[in-house]
């Protein structure tokens, strides 16, 4: 009854999830244009041809790489993998008419796609020095294969799973042998949650699930399991979802000298995986070339020339003969080959009856194992499963589940995984959990294990306390010491923008940050393959491979559901989401956040807004966890680096002139070896004194505290001493000092509210503190803006440096909040007198017109009271006239709005190219991404806050964009032979 159930209600909701899909792919057709496919990650365009070559068993691979002569040498990102069958089409489209050819991808890094082809077209070729588009097919096999299967289920009656189905279904409980059998491991290193996970998989009868978390050796356990099955005589048939899982185990199984055999396209195993392939083995077996001559004469019956009328019959009779022994020869060598093998591998839907697995008797299989087994949909499962009289699963369901076009379908439960139904049913009686991870450093490691895996996760001793500066080549900085860094972007502006599409975020001040973290860390030798990028949006990955692909090359910037089941020595994820409703949409999904964590070995940067993602809790777990364990700093500590190009904060430059350089400005905490140049911190602040400053500074164990504070005192009576002797312009403190002891300095400058400044590089750096500049005077600020207007507000009572974290960090969060609150007053105000103080900010910066949209809340923000009606006055004029330098013209009746900066400009400059915001134009042209279409499953809620009214504003705009950007471009027109 439970079996019914189950699959009426399944076929149901893969019917549903069909149809998401068709739809979509009719969608795309009718209403979308293949930048916006591409944008989809669906779509890759104009790509030429890098080379061309006969490899696979006589299939031509095609290599597709981006233009060069662009100058941009990576792909966009994007949703292809191996395996994925794709269209090949001549640029006039993604038609029927312009398809050259079908194929499927062998292999795709950021570089190059790799295609293996299939029949070309006849008359067909490739011009090398064409440009070709690539589609991602819909292909229904696989729910076809599905399908079947689980009506095979339905009507179940006699087989080798009779007795594994009810067990499955709750209609019987789960049994073990009575007598365990003694055996000795394969493996001696196995720790005690992997040897438990083993026996306990031998000795269940029919059910046995291996839950192993990031890092805890999974596969290795999977290996010993499959080991042990086969030297009790056991015939395996051992699946994953996905292609890569399969090759990782046929890798590990074969180093162990199991005789496997790999099932698939060999198109779609990965080369040093081909010689276990049914194709490789079966080249090289007896029938080989009995089999290759039966070919070859295949191919010369089929040379001869067609037209000679009369003789077509003979060689049709000829080839078919031909073929029918060629059929005979094979199915007699397969089923051989297949017989002999130990371990039989292939994805989960290749498992399926119209391969080659017709050739064996049902009851040939003793045991299924499904790895990665929480990714696989169940009815995917259940292809395999109907051959076994016991299963083991391992995965983890703690992270990411399946890919699901429909949500409704995904809600109602087709991403319920087998692993997650079954350990509902049973509990952990059916459970073994691998509790030694071998991957993080453990203050990684402690928050997921907290937060998702009960607390029942310890770190191994040989990564327990593994950090980057102890990898070979590594200098001891600031950045390689910490296994936890958050830099927070709160209160900073650092918007995402504003995009109508909930599953395409970009943020650009995030990449700016998330390059000068890379920047310290490949300074300090760490090497750019030990270093991932992940950001959890499509959108986001491209803006950070414009930055940093090209510097780095063997950095992987990949979407976090494209590293799962990967692992790198540092991880630097930029959260991307920043915004005043505090909506964090598709990150809301638990999983994808651990999975995007667990992926670091010895050090993990998040970059975020933690005002904002602290809405969510999971999320606030995390930023918390790191506040607690990690190094907090905030982005304002690096903004000074990428302001020229990212926002006017600097009000210096704004000539509202004043003292008040923002509150928010926090002490920098440079850290040894990290200073940057050109950094001078002005500001101090009581509110510093008052604690908030050191929460940049936060994991200080007890000893070393100890010795600190000594150090501690002794540089601040030396400081002091300067402060009281109003004769010294300078303190310059020599080059002997180290790193450590200039952090000191510069804590101690930012208490006393003196200017500090390091010179030099390496050994010969030395800094120097300074009285500030002298401050025009302004009014009393207000509470939350205490500032630094007094040079010394000094010598009062200075609380010892170290005070309770968690503090420290609720009351940043507080001072943030109240920050925000003001300057959405601000932004209130200045919207009721339809003025634009960004404009004024951004003509005086730089000289370089260009500013973002979030500016003029900043500039407000960094205004105090008083002064902010000085300023809207100054702002309206400014506001009246052309916002290009130097341009007088008004705007006031025939203005145009650019929507990138947010300035107004007369006829003649209100093209973004030609006051500056071309490069926003071109990157948002790229990013217009249209309302509808998913790309993820997940739990995203979409982004309905865009007015309308701006959205089709947008739209057009952004169409006329593309078409001026379209008709600027003499499209080669390439000759169709057809
Ligand atoms: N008992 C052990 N002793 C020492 N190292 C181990 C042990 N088990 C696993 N490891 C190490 O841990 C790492 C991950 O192991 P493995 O490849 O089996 O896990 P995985 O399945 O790929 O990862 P995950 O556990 O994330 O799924 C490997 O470097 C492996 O050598
Ligand atoms: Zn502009
Ligand atoms: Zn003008």
């Not at 037209?307 to 080839?319: A, L, Q, T, V």
């Not at 991957?439 to 980057?468: D, F, P, Q």
């Not at 309770?804 to 959405?824: A, F, N, S, Y």
Request: aromatic share 4%; charged share 25%.
């Amino acid at each position: 009854m439970a079996v019914e159930t189950f699959v009426s209600k399944t076929l149901e909701l893969l019917q549903e999830e069909r149809e998401a899909e068709i739809e979509e792919t009719k969608i795309w057709q009718e209403n979308i244009s293949l930048k916006d496919l591409q944008n989809k990650g669906v779509c890759l365009l104009k790509l030429q041809i890098g080379s061309q070559s006969t490899g696979l068993y006589g299939r031509t691979v095609i290599v597709l790489e981006p233009r060069k002569h662009l100058g941009f040498s990576s792909l966009p990102s994007n949703n292809f993998g191996p395996g994925d069958i794709v269209g090949i089409y001549d640029p006039s489209g993604c038609s029927a008419a312009s398809q050259v050819c079908t194929g499927i991808v062998i292999r795709i890094s950021q570089a190059s796609v790799s295609v293996a082809v299939d029949d070309l077209k006849d008359g067909a070729s490739f011009d090398s020095d064409g440009l070709y588009n690539l589609l991602k097919l819909a292909n229904d096999v696989t729910y076809k294969r599905m399908k079947r299967a689980l009506n095979a289920l339905n009507g179940y009656r006699t087989g080798p799973a009779s007795c594994l189905i009810p067990v499955l279904f709750g209609d019987a409980q789960p049994s073990s042998h009575s007598q365990s059998n003694e055996f000795e491991f394969f493996n001696s290193k196995l720790d005690d949650s992997q040897r438990e996970a083993v026996s306990f998989a031998l000795s269940q009868r029919e059910l046995a699930v291996v839950h192993g978390p990031p890092g805890t050796g999974k596969t290795t356990t999977v290996v010993e399991i499959i080991l042990q099955a086969v030297k009790q005589g056991q015939k395996v048939l051992c699946c994953a979802p996905s292609n890569v899982a399969v090759d990782n185990l046929v890798e590990r199984l074969a180093r162990c000298k199991a005789k496997v055999l790999r099932l698939g396209h060999p198109a779609r195993l990965l080369e040093s995986i081909q010689k276990h392939s049914l194709d490789a083995i079966l080249a090289q077996s007896d029938n080989a070339n009995i089999i290759a001559d039966i070919r070859k004469d295949i191919d010369k019956v089929g040379m001869k020339k067609k037209s000679e009328k009369g003789e077509r019959g003979n060689f049709k009779r000829e080839i078919g003969e031909l073929r029918k022994e060629l059929k005979n020869r094979e199915t007699a060598a397969i089923a051989e080959i297949l017989k002999s093998a130990d371990v039989v591998l292939s994805t989960n839907t290749g498992a399926c009856d119209d391969g080659p697995l017709k050739f064996l008797p049902a009851e040939h299989f003793d045991w299924v194992m499904i790895d990665e087994c929480a990714q696989a949909l169940e009815s995917s499962c259940w292809i395999a499963l109907l051959r076994a009289r016991k299963c083991i699963l391992a995965g983890d369901y703690k992270q990411l589940p399946p890919t699901i076009k429909s949500q409704k379908a995904a809600a109602k439960g087709l991403s319920l995984s087998l692993m997650e139904r079954l350990i509902q049913m049973y509990g952990d009686s059916v459970v073994r959990m691998l509790t030694v991870q071998y991957r993080m450093n453990s203050a990684i490691m402690e928050w997921a294990s907290k937060e998702m895996y009960n607390g029942r996760l310890t770190a191994h001793s040989s990564v327990e306390k593994h950090l980057l500066k102890d990898l070979p080549g590594v200098a001891c900085v600031e950045e390689t010491s910490t296994p936890l860094l958050l830099i927070d972007t709160a209160g900073c502006g650092l918007s995402e923008m504003e995009i109508a599409d909930e599953q395409s975020k970009g943020n650009q001040g995030e990449v700016d940050i998330v390059s000068l973290h890379i920047k310290s860390l490949t300074e300090a030798g760490v090497k750019a393959k030990d270093i991932a990028v992940i950001a959890p949006y499509n959108l986001q990955v491209d803006l950070l491979r414009q930055k940093l692909s090209a510097r780095h090359p063997e950095m992987e910037i990949k979407s976090v559901d494209g590293f799962q089941g990967r692992e790198k020595e540092a991880v630097v994820l930029s959260l991307v989401r920043s915004n005043r409703k505090g909506e964090v949409g598709f990150l809301a999904e638990d999983r994808r956040i651990n999975v995007a964590v667990t992926r670091a070995r010895r050090h993990i940067a998040v970059v975020c807004d933690t005002q904002t993602v602290g809405n969510h809790a999971f999320l606030k777990s995390l930023v918390d966890h790191m506040a607690v364990f990690g190094e907090v700093r905030t982005a304002f500590e690096y903004l000074q680096d990428i302001v020229p190009q990212n926002y006017t904060r600097d009000h210096k430059a704004t000539k509202t002139n004043t003292s008040s350089t923002s509150s928010k400005q926090k002490s920098r905490d440079h850290g040894p070896g990290k200073p940057k140049e050109g950094q001078k911190t002005t500001s101090s602040s009581k509110d510093n004194t008052a604690g908030s400053q050191n929460h940049t500074k936060s994991h200080t164990p007890a000893q070393k505290d100890q010795k600190d504070k000594s150090r501690y005192a002794e540089i601040r009576l030396q400081v002091e001493n300067f402060m009281k002797d109003v004769n010294m312009k300078n303190l310059h403190f020599p080059s002997s000092f180290n790193s450590h002891d200039r952090l000191l300095v510069h804590q101690i400058a930012e208490e006393l509210g003196l200017v500090h400044e390091s010179r030099g590089e390496g050994g010969g750096r030395c800094i120097t503190v300074s009285r500030p500049v002298a401050l025009e005077p302004v009014e009393e600020p207000t509470q939350e803006e205490t500032q630094e207007e007094e040079p010394a507000p000094a010598l009062q009572s200075e609380p010892p440096p170290s005070q309770p974290l968690v503090d420290l960090k609720t009351l940043h969060l507080e001072r943030m909040q109240r920050e925000q609150q003001k300057r959405e007053e601000n932004v209130q105000q200045k919207k009721q007198q339809n003025c634009n103080p960004a404009a004024q900010g951004a003509k005086k910066s730089k000289g370089k017109n260009k500013t973002k949209a979030g500016a003029c809340d900043i500039a407000a923000a960094a205004v105090p009271d008083d002064d902010f009606d000085a300023l809207i006055s100054a702002v309206v004029k400014a506001d009246s006239v052309c916002s290009f330098v130097k341009c007088k013209a008004s705007v006031l009746t025939l203005g145009q709005l650019c929507i990138f900066c947010n300035r107004q400009f007369c006829l003649s400059h209100h093209i973004p190219e030609v006051h500056g915001c071309g490069d926003e134009a071109k990157s948002h042209a790229r990013m217009r991404i249209s309302k509808e279409g998913v790309l993820y499953a997940g739990s995203g809620k979409k982004d309905k806050s865009l007015d309308p009214n701006k959205k089709v504003y947008l739209q057009r705009k952004l169409d006329s964009k593309l078409k001026d950007m379209a008709s600027q471009r003499k499209p080669k027109n390439k000759e169709k032979d057809t």
